[in-house]
């Protein structure tokens, strides 16, 4: 039997990063009605999703960039004197996830404000996250920076060990485009204060979102 060849090798991981801009607003709402009966939680919880939906569209929000998230009705229980428990009434929530994005001309504060003045006490607000709507060409530079990241390091430890690098083996990929950081705007001021000050819109600051890609490469040693 022949001896079986050994090509000597080295394997290192680079990491890549590209920040930018955030084009991408993603805003979390629901609307909660109570009401006594089934009914009637269920219709006026109905009207004020229009009444938002319609605010948003009025806003410049397109159609394809708002969505029904969920949609429940329970009870609402209280216990008696005597420990027992009572239904006082029903509570319907529809949550709704709308996409603002910078190339519609939407104004978020706004767009947000008005959402709110719209669905009146009955919306919440779940928060804020940032996004990129096409993060492909971000995506690329941060993958060309982790390579360089990984040879730059197997040529330094090439180097010390007297060899240089050969070919390229393998390249072993692991993007991580992250999604967008939730801003919670009652972490600020408490949700009925936003709705009472919905005509005063609350900023919204942009700030920087991330795109980064780690890369396994591994070289022939000559």
Same mark, same amino acid.
């Given at each position: 039997?022949?001896?079986?060849?050994?090509?000597?090798?080295?394997?290192?991981?680079?990491?890549?990063?590209? =920040?930018?801009?955030?084009?991408?607003? /993603?805003?979390?709402?629901?609307?909660?009605? =109570?009401?006594?009966?089934?009914?009637?939680?269920?219709? =006026?919880?109905?009207? /004020? &999703?229009?009444?938002?939906?319609?605010?948003?569209?009025?806003?410049?929000?397109?159609?394809? $960039?708002?969505?029904?998230?969920?949609?429940?009705?329970?009870?609402?229980?209280?216990?008696?004197?005597?420990?027992?428990?009572?239904?006082?009434?029903?509570?319907?929530?529809?949550?709704?996830?709308?996409?603002?994005?910078? $190339?519609?001309?939407?104004?978020?504060?706004?767009?947000?404000?008005?959402?709110?003045?719209?669905?009146? $006490?009955?919306?919440?607000?779940?928060?804020?996250?940032?996004?990129?709507?096409?993060?492909?060409?971000?995506?690329?530079?941060?993958?060309?920076?982790?390579?360089?990241?990984?040879?730059?390091?197997?040529?330094?430890?090439?180097? /010390?060990?007297?060899?240089?690098?050969?070919?390229?083996?393998?390249?072993?990929? $692991?993007?991580?485009?992250?999604?967008? =950081?939730?801003?919670? &705007?009652?972490?600020?001021?408490?949700?009925?204060?936003?709705?009472?000050?919905?005509?005063?819109?609350?900023?919204?600051?942009?700030?920087?979102?991330?795109?980064?890609?780690?890369?396994?490469?591994?070289?022939?040693?000559?």
């Amino acid at each position: 039997m022949g001896k079986k060849s050994w090509q000597a090798s080295i394997t290192m991981i680079g990491q890549g990063g590209v =920040r930018a801009a955030p084009d991408l607003i /993603r805003l979390t709402l629901s609307v909660e009605s =109570r009401a006594a009966t089934v009914a009637a939680a269920y219709g =006026r919880a109905g009207e /004020r &999703v229009e009444a938002v939906v319609a605010a948003l569209r009025t806003a410049g929000v397109r159609e394809v $960039d708002m969505a029904t998230s969920g949609l429940s009705v329970r009870t609402e229980t209280v216990y008696t004197d005597n420990g027992r428990s009572e239904i006082a009434g029903y509570l319907a929530t529809t949550g709704l996830s709308v996409s603002l994005r910078e $190339d519609s001309g939407t104004d978020p504060a706004v767009t947000v404000a008005a959402a709110v003045t719209a669905g009146g $006490d009955d919306v919440r607000l779940g928060g804020l996250g940032r996004g990129i709507a096409d993060p492909e060409p971000l995506l690329a530079q941060a993958r060309d920076a982790a390579f360089d990241d990984a040879k730059a390091k197997a040529e330094q430890y090439a180097a /010390r060990a007297g060899v240089s690098l050969g070919t390229v083996l393998q390249i072993t990929e $692991d993007t991580a485009v992250p999604l967008p =950081r939730a801003y919670d &705007v009652s972490a600020e001021m408490g949700a009925p204060m936003l709705m009472a000050k919905a005509s005063s819109p609350v900023p919204v600051v942009p700030g920087e979102t991330e795109i980064g890609a780690t890369v396994r490469v591994t070289w022939a040693l000559d």
